[in-house]
């Protein structure tokens, strides 16, 4: 309970020190007038004078990161002047369900995947199977999700369409699973598809690679004297020791994709999500919305890492007694 309380704890730390960091970053770098940034380009002098006093640049610096801090996740007012006063918030709000539909889907593929992948190699090691496993793998890491994106849009939305195989492909964009649960489905299966490739074949690589190593632990030779069955032993014993290492990158590399990382995968099938709002944000230098797709990506990743810590208090007794 005190390691729960300590890691929460540390959260709060942390989740304060980033605030703060970006908006330093963002509006109080020197000799750069935080007013003219959010009021844009060639905007007019009662503009500047607005932005000045509704966000509080005239006064103290602590009270401008306690007014900006209230924008952003209390009153949610935080407007874009270059967007014609654009509410920033409710955009994000908009654009998160399309890229945690984009990661939840890519992630569920890549995880049942890879478990199979490392499992069975490692199972198998040495043989064809395991060295096969593993180049299926390599092959997977060393395709970019752009280039890989593109032959899919190729192949599923010009050269082979009208066929009966890619006849169900919609066209490119999102339907929202309120709307229409089987188009939202045929409109994200290709890019989950493509998303997951890479990271199933890292996660399987690192699963293989951990239960090949844990296989000469004292615990495991101890498993195999009482004569269980080595399945039993690889699956109990040793694979979920190993969800240590692949729960802790899978909650980095999670709340990095929903946090912008599948800007590629978003930009290549025309999903109106986080990566490609931002991306649009930093084109048109529209820096309250920057600012906001920032700080929300930073804190759902700490979050994210404080959820993985606390699993690893149920996944590894070791670190629970270590704390």
Same mark, same amino acid.
């Not at 040793?238 to 946090?259: E, I, K, N, P, Y």
């Not at 709002?277 to 920057?290: E, G, K, S, V």
């Given at each position: 309970?005190?390691?729960?309380?300590?890691?929460?704890?540390?959260?709060?730390?942390?989740?304060?020190? %980033?605030?703060?960091?970006?908006?330093?970053?963002?509006?109080?770098?020197? *000799?750069? #007038?935080?007013?003219?940034?959010?009021?844009?380009?060639?905007? +007019?002098?009662?503009?500047?004078?607005?932005?000045?006093? =509704?966000?509080?640049?005239?006064?103290?610096?602590?009270?401008?990161?306690?007014?900006?801090?209230?924008?952003?996740?209390?009153?949610?007012?935080?407007? +874009?002047?270059?967007?014609?006063?654009?509410?920033?918030?409710? =955009?994000?709000?908009?654009?998160?369900?399309?890229?945690?539909?984009?990661?939840?889907?890519?992630?569920?593929?890549?995880?049942?995947?890879?478990?199979?992948? *490392?499992?069975?190699?490692?199972?198998?090691?040495?043989?064809?199977?395991?060295?096969?496993?593993?180049?299926?793998?390599?092959?997977?890491? +060393?395709?970019?999700?752009?280039?890989?994106?593109?032959?899919?849009?190729?192949?599923?939305?010009?050269?082979?369409?009208?066929?009966?195989?890619?006849?169900?492909?919609?066209?490119?964009?999102?339907?929202?699973?309120? =709307?229409?649960?089987?188009?939202?489905?045929?409109?994200?299966?290709?890019?989950? %598809?493509?998303?997951?490739?890479?990271?199933?074949?890292?996660? +399987?690589?690192?699963?293989?690679?951990?239960?090949?190593?844990?296989?000469?632990? #004292?615990?495991?030779?101890?498993?195999?004297?009482?004569?269980?069955?080595?399945?039993?032993?690889?699956?109990?014993?040793?694979?979920?020791?190993?969800?240590?290492?692949?729960?802790?990158?899978?909650?980095?590399?999670?709340?990095?994709?929903?946090?912008?990382?599948?800007?590629?995968? =978003?930009?290549?099938?025309?999903?109106?999500?986080?990566?490609?709002?931002?991306?649009?944000?930093?084109?048109?230098?529209?820096?309250?919305?920057?600012?906001?797709?920032?700080?929300?990506?930073?804190?759902?990743?700490?979050?994210?890492?404080?959820?993985?810590?606390?699993?690893?208090?149920?996944?590894?007794?070791?670190?629970?007694?270590?704390?």
């Amino acid at each position: 309970m005190m390691a729960l309380l300590r890691r929460l704890g540390q959260t709060v730390f942390v989740l304060f020190g %980033i605030s703060a960091l970006v908006f330093l970053v963002f509006f109080a770098t020197p *000799g750069a #007038d935080p007013t003219a940034r959010i009021a844009g380009r060639n905007a +007019s002098p009662q503009t500047m004078e607005k932005v000045r006093q =509704e966000y509080g640049f005239d006064r103290p610096l602590p009270v401008q990161y306690a007014t900006m801090m209230k924008k952003l996740f209390i009153t949610q007012d935080l407007a +874009s002047y270059v967007d014609r006063g654009e509410l920033v918030v409710p =955009e994000i709000a908009r654009a998160a369900p399309v890229t945690v539909s984009l990661v939840c889907g890519a992630a569920l593929i890549w995880v049942v995947l890879s478990i199979a992948m *490392g499992t069975i190699a490692a199972a198998m090691k040495g043989t064809w199977v395991d060295r096969g496993l593993m180049m299926l793998g390599l092959i997977g890491i +060393s395709m970019p999700v752009f280039w890989l994106g593109q032959v899919a849009n190729l192949i599923t939305q010009s050269r082979y369409h009208d066929t009966w195989l890619f006849s169900w492909v919609p066209g490119l964009g999102y339907v929202p699973l309120t =709307e229409n649960p089987w188009a939202w489905f045929k409109a994200l299966v290709i890019p989950w %598809i493509v998303l997951a490739v890479m990271f199933i074949g890292i996660y +399987s690589r690192v699963l293989r690679a951990d239960l090949v190593a844990l296989s000469g632990e #004292d615990f495991m030779r101890t498993a195999r004297a009482k004569g269980l069955s080595p399945s039993r032993i690889l699956l109990r014993h040793g694979l979920r020791t190993s969800m240590v290492t692949f729960v802790s990158l899978f909650g980095l590399d999670f709340a990095q994709l929903v946090g912008g990382g599948a800007l590629l995968t =978003e930009v290549v099938f025309g999903l109106p999500g986080v990566g490609r709002l931002t991306y649009q944000a930093l084109t048109n230098l529209d820096l309250p919305l920057i600012m906001a797709t920032v700080m929300y990506s930073a804190v759902f990743v700490v979050l994210a890492n404080a959820v993985v810590d606390i699993l690893y208090l149920f996944l590894d007794p070791r670190v629970r007694d270590a704390r």
